[in-house]
């Protein structure tokens, strides 16, 4: 009866509106967020075969880094006292220094510093050496065993005429606080 009263095109015009409305409800509530479900579950599993990756990678290294740990845990045992610990950092420097003809004219150690798991243990110290000695001591105190950082460094010439430089280095050293 309701097919009666339209005339074909209208009918048509009827049927078109209806699928175009049907297709935009079936895109904005089914086709949409499913899409929206499925990008972000590839994302996901992007990122879970990255880590996957890294994983295997680690794995692969494992005996290297199991190594590398034994090797620096040794090192960060923790000593009787603080005291001991600033001393044997003292006589790495000092061993470094004379190695090295760097002539250090001042040592100041500066407060220890808490960094959670680990004490960071540092000092100040004025050297006075041509550069290439300054650079090389500095090269060597970081290259040593004993996990000495150079972590700021000043120069400045000493005078104008001659080339040795004066060079304020502040050196830290990670330490295991004894319990």
């Known amino acids: ?9 209208e009918q048509a015009l009827i049927t078109v509106t209806v699928l175009v409305i049907a297709i935009v409800v079936a895109y904005g509530f089914i086709i949409e967020p499913l899409s929206k479900v499925f990008n972000r579950l590839n994302r996901e599993i992007k990122v879970s075969r990255l880590k996957l990756e890294k994983s295997m990678k680690l794995l ?34 000092e061993a470094v220094a004379s190695k090295d003809s760097i002539q250090i004219t001042n040592i100041r150690p ?16 004025i050297a006075e050496s041509p550069l290439e000695g300054l650079i090389k001591f500095m090269y060597d105190l970081q290259a040593a065993d004993d996990l000495l950082r150079v972590v700021k460094f ?14 304020i280095l502040s050196i830290s050293k990670p330490a295991v606080a004894a319990n």
């Open 60 to 93: 692969e290294r494992q005996d290297e880094i199991e190594a590398d740990y034994n090797k620096y845990a040794l090192l960060l045992k923790p000593s009787t006292s603080e005291e001991e610990e600033i001393a044997s950092m003292l006589q790495a420097i």
């Open 154 to 167: 000043t120069l400045t010439a000493k005078s104008s005429s001659g080339n040795n430089l004066k060079a």
């Open 1 to 9: 009866m309701m097919r009666e009263r339209f005339s074909k095109r």
């Open 110 to 125: 500066l407060p220890a510093r808490d960094r959670g798991y680990y004490q960071e243990l540092s000092f100040e110290v």
